[in-house]
């Protein structure tokens, strides 16, 4: 599994952003694959996971109702859409994928990472 994450970029508050994830390796839809964030100074946080079927999915209560989290296992990729973007969304985000899915909200389960993609909401 080899993740790269694109996407992020400089946004105004209140607008929108599609974060996409993309692996080169075979095995993409038998991972449940997340998303995580890390803002300067603070540490690692959830935000949005879902399941290998895509028919299971988990939000950071910060986020429910603006971002949404899907896959597309045919490409081997998921994104995560970002809508009403704040100034305290922004953060590196990174995407995960876990071969055991037990605890999609837990970091430390995941076991791929990919390099983090810049997301920066200015107010």
């Known amino acids: 599994v080899q993740l790269q994450a694109s996407g992020g970029g400089l946004v105004q508050s209140g607008g929108s952003l599609r974060l996409s994830c993309a692996d080169s390796?075979?095995?993409?839809?038998?991972?449940?694959m997340g998303w995580f964030r890390q803002a300067p100074e603070k540490e690692r946080e959830f935000v949005a996971a879902?399941?290998?079927?895509?028919?299971?999915?988990w939000y950071a209560d910060s986020v429910k109702g603006r971002f949404t989290i899907s896959r597309d296992n045919a490409k081997n990729t998921i994104f995560l859409q970002m809508t009403s973007l704040k100034p305290e969304d922004t953060a590196v985000y990174y995407c995960?994928?876990?071969?055991?899915?037990?605890?999609?909200?837990?970091?430390?389960?995941?076991?791929?990472w990919g390099q983090g993609t810049l997301v920066t909401v200015s107010s």
């Open positions: 390796g075979d095995t993409f839809s038998r991972y449940t």
């Open positions: 879902l399941n290998w079927r895509g028919t299971s999915t």
């Open positions: 995960a994928a876990d071969r055991g899915g037990t605890r999609p909200t837990m970091s430390v389960d995941y076991d791929y």
